[in-house]
């Protein structure tokens, strides 16, 4: 089970930063991730962290967004910066797992995030 939360309402220009809190250890995941989906369009990845730290982003939020991963906390951040009104949307925290060599995704209920402008 994944937890997101810390969306909310903000204006162009400004910062929100979501949190993901799985349920089980953060230990036992590859990859988390964070996506979004905005009305009548598909899902979308946002960026990913592997579990050696490695990030990925969409093209549309380098520079803008990061994405870190807490093990003492055992949750994962998206700190959203400068964030633009094409941004809203409800964002989702992925957890991908491997066992016995197949992969897993879990998927946490959306929060959801809107830039005015």
């Known amino acids: 089970q994944l937890q997101a939360s810390g969306g909310g309402l903000v204006q162009a220009g400004g910062s929100l930063r979501l949190s993901c809190a799985p349920s089980a250890s953060l230990w036992s995941f590859n990859t988390m991730g964070w996506y979004r989906q905005a009305p009548g369009k598909q899902r979308e990845l946002v960026a990913t962290i592997t579990s050696g730290g490695g990030t990925n982003y969409r093209d549309s939020v380098k520079g803008r967004f990061i994405v870190t991963e807490d093990y003492a906390k055992n949750a994962v951040f998206l700190q959203m910066n400068v964030l633009k009104p094409e941004d809203t949307a409800v964002y989702y925290c992925?957890?991908?797992?491997?066992?016995?060599?197949?992969?897993?995704?879990?998927w946490g209920q959306g929060t959801q995030v809107t830039v005015s402008s």
């Open positions: 992925s957890a991908d797992q491997l066992v016995s060599g197949n992969q897993y995704t879990y």
